[in-house]
T-cell receptor
Framework: ELKVEQNPLFLSMQEGKNYTIYCNYS?????LYWYRQDPGKSLESLFV?????AVKQEGRLMASLDTKARLSTLHITAAVHDLSATYFC????????????FGKGTKLSVKP | DADVTQTPRNRITKTGKRIMLECSQT?????MYWYRQDPGLGLRLIYY???????NKGEISDGYSVSRQAQAKFSLSLESAIPNQTALYFC??????????????FGPGTRLTVL
């Protein structure tokens, strides 16, 4: 059974600081998704990582995937308040199918 | 207009009532999904459908049923609602395409409260 674990689950940061969110998964997968959810809102796709060693960057967020270690990281550089949200990683339960198993999410709060 | 819409957006009902949540999409995607979100538990898959004739159970299908009326429409029913089905429900769509990412696109959500 595929399990997806994120840590930390809660993260309070100061503006300007750097931090990393980790996503571990328990079975082989060659792809991983990151989503963002603002309070009371829907989920928005951030990154799709499709192969070992994949790295994607947008603004102050950078995501990477190590399929051998079954680990993805979401690195935040010089955090700003607008990045406050909950971040989810998700992995396909079956490579041939689209049904995703989500982590429990990391609630990020960036304070001035 | 939004690509994935859900109705109703909020619903309060009583234990034992039958409830239907509806999802429509204009993205032309074959794949559709229903999830529920509970605080601290992330999203859990209830049912998914890869085309009109294909329906599959997800992690937590007990107490729920679905209907795929057309490529664009996927409905979730609670035959006899119970309080622990109080949650935020999301519909999503995706299209694997050729070399596609199969990214899922989510609707705005339906907040359901069962008293």
């Amino acid at each position: 059974e595929l399990k997806v674990e994120q840590n930390p689950l809660f993260l309070s940061m100061q503006e300007g600081k750097n931090y990393t969110i980790y996503c571990n998964y328990s079975t082989t997968s060659d792809r991983l998704y990151w989503y963002r959810q603002d309070p009371g809102k829907s989920l928005e796709s951030l990154f799709v990582l499709l192969s070992n060693g994949a790295v994607k960057q947008e603004g102050r967020l950078m995501a990477s995937l190590d399929t051998k270690a079954r680990l993805s990281t979401l690195h935040i550089t010089a955090a700003v308040h607008d990045l406050s949200a909950t971040y989810f990683c998700a992995v396909p339960q079956d490579p041939s199918q689209g049904n995703l198993i989500f982590g429990k999410g990391t609630k990020l709060s960036v304070k001035p | 207009d939004a690509d994935v819409t859900q109705t109703p957006r909020n619903r309060i009902t009583k234990t034992g009532k039958r409830i239907m949540l509806e999802c429509s999409q204009t993205k032309g995607h074959d794949r559709m999904y229903w999830y529920r979100q509970d605080p601290g538990l992330g999203l859990r898959l209830i049912y998914y459908s890869f085309d009109v004739k294909d329906i599959n159970k997800g992690e937590i299908s007990d107490g729920y049923s679905v209907s795929r009326q057309a490529q664009a429409k996927f409905s979730l029913s609670l035959e006899s609602a119970i309080p622990n089905q109080t949650a935020l429900y999301f519909c999503a769509t995706s299209d694997p395409g050729t070399g596609g990412t199969d990214t899922q696109y989510f609707g705005p959500g339906t907040r359901l409260t069962v008293l």
